[in-house]
């Protein structure tokens, strides 16, 4: 199972947007990418998953380079309500093994 | 839509007491999880159930006993609550436990508080 490494925090102005970088170096052909956020005082909420290129959705894109190693969530002009930990997962199908949640990306939104 | 519920909310116990905690899911989903988050920090994976009648220790799983009773149940026992592992207990639930449909949905949480 990959393992991932994210940047501990990050700070963004309303309305920029907001790039979140997640490495996966060892990342295995049956991996997928699970990216996930967490407010206080609530369960992390599913933003958004790919296997390969390109991915977008209502709340977020997602870019995974052409080699898999690393893996990047775009926030289109972020407001105080994105304020949270950002969390990178790799999920397996067949090893056996399961996704494991590091420590995150706490993003601070500035007014 | 579906929703997960978690009971209690808040959970208060002695040192060496045993407790448990429960989870429904009305998804269908196959897959089930417990997680435990300390304060300011990461989940932990406990436990975790593919199927309704499968049991996968996680990370965590020592001191800690889990029940998957039925396919939208799972109860996590606390075997003697200790002071260090004050934290809140999330569950999760999937439709299956990897590949593209792995994405979790998650309940509120137990906070548990241990005296």
């Known amino acids: 199972l990959a393992k991932t490494t994210q940047p501990p925090s990050m700070e963004a102005y309303e309305g920029q947007e907001v790039n979140v970088s997640c490495s996966h170096t060892?990342?295995?052909?049956?991996?997928?990418i699970y990216w996930y956020r967490q407010v206080p005082h609530q369960g992390p909420q599913f933003i958004i998953q790919?296997?390969?290129?390109?991915v977008v959705n209502e709340v977020a894109s997602l870019f995974i380079s052409a080699d898999r190693k690393l893996s990047t969530l775009s926030l289109p002009w972020v407001s105080l309500r994105d304020a949270a930990v950002y969390y990178c997962?790799?999920?397996?199908w067949g090893s056996g093994t399961y996704q494991r949640f590091g420590t995150g990306t706490k993003l601070q939104v500035v007014p | 839509g579906g929703i997960i519920t978690q009971t209690p909310k808040f959970l208060i116990g002695q040192e060496g007491q045993k407790l448990t905690l429960k989870c429904q899911q009305n998804?269908?989903?196959?897959?089930m999880y417990w997680y435990r988050q300390d304060s300011g920090k990461g989940l932990r994976l406990i436990y975790y159930?593919?199927?309704?009648?499968?049991?996968q220790k996680g990370d965590l799983s020592e001191g800690y006993d889990a029940s998957r009773e039925k396919k939208s149940s799972f109860s996590l026992t606390v075997t003697s609550a200790q002071k260090n592992e004050m934290a809140v207990f999330l569950c999760?639930?999937?439709?299956?436990?990897?590949?593209?449909?792995?994405?979790?949905?998650f309940g509120p949480g137990t906070r548990l508080t241990v005296l």
């Open positions: 997962i790799v999920t397996d």
């Open positions: 060892n990342i295995a052909t049956s991996e997928y």
């Open positions: 790919g296997y390969k290129d390109y």
């Open positions: 998804f269908n989903h196959d897959t």
């Open positions: 159930s593919i199927t309704e009648n499968d049991l």
């Open positions: 999760a639930s999937s439709i299956a436990w990897g590949g593209a449909d792995a994405e979790q949905f």
